[in-house]
């Protein structure tokens, strides 16, 4: 994991045999003294996007993104006790994925009232409990938006991260935004160089 920061101290890694398979395994690692990792949580199972991994992320393009990202919040219906930035998804949250909206890649609250053509509802089983990658630090239009680690789902995600509830739910009693948490995604093949 040369690829994250020397200060960040935890990192959640997503890794599959292959860029084209949709299925994956997480675990959690913790930066010990001397500087290296050990791990404390996992593998679990995950799944990944139906595309895959990719080093390209685009808008409505189902695949995950390879890179070391910032993991910057927790949401979901209620905070289970997690260090981390939490946000409560309400009847009304979205996340915009209009890239020709000024608000693409945020969280905001519906009616959209012409302000974006089409968002992702939050307020669904999916994201009872959910972390935010920030793959598109920028909000830079068509270059993906709305990229979480969630609740499992029937298959593939459409770029996202599913895995257990256990396993998330773990993790955000663990992530610490002190310890500058990153998750690290890619096939192994590219995690390995």
């Known amino acids: 994991m040369t690829k994250v ?12 045999a292959s860029a084209s398979t949709t299925y994956a395994t997480l675990s959690a ?7 290296g990792w050990h791990r404390v949580l996992g593998p679990a199972p995950a799944r990944i996007g139906s595309g895959g991994f990719s080093w390209s992320h685009k ?9 070391v990202f910032t993991v910057p919040l927790a949401f979901g219906t209620a905070n ?13 949250s979205v996340w915009v994925d209009d890239p020709n909206s000024a608000y693409y890649d945020t969280w905001q609250s ?3 009232d012409g302000r974006w053509a089409s968002a992702e509802q939050l307020n669904v089983p999916t994201y009872r409990l959910a972390l935010w990658m920030n ?4 909000h830079t239009p068509g270059e993906g938006s709305a990229f979480f680690v969630h609740l499992p789902v029937a ?17 955000m ?13 890619g096939p192994e093949s590219t995690l390995n160089q």
């Open 59 to 67: 808008e409505g393009v189902p695949n995950t993104p390879i890179g």
């Open 155 to 171: 298959g593939a995600t459409a770029g996202c991260v599913a895995v257990d509830e256990a396993s998330l739910r773990w993790l």
């Open 29 to 35: 690692y913790q930066r010990t003294s001397n500087g």
């Open 5 to 16: 920061p020397a200060g960040s101290r935890q990192a959640i890694v997503v890794d599959a």
């Open 80 to 92: 289970p006790d997690t260090k981390m930035t939490w946000r409560t998804v309400t009847s009304d």
């Open 173 to 185: 009693g663990w992530l610490d935004p002190a310890a500058q948490p990153r998750i690290v995604m």
């Open 110 to 112: 519906a009616p959209a």
């Open 135 to 138: 793959v598109n630090p920028n």
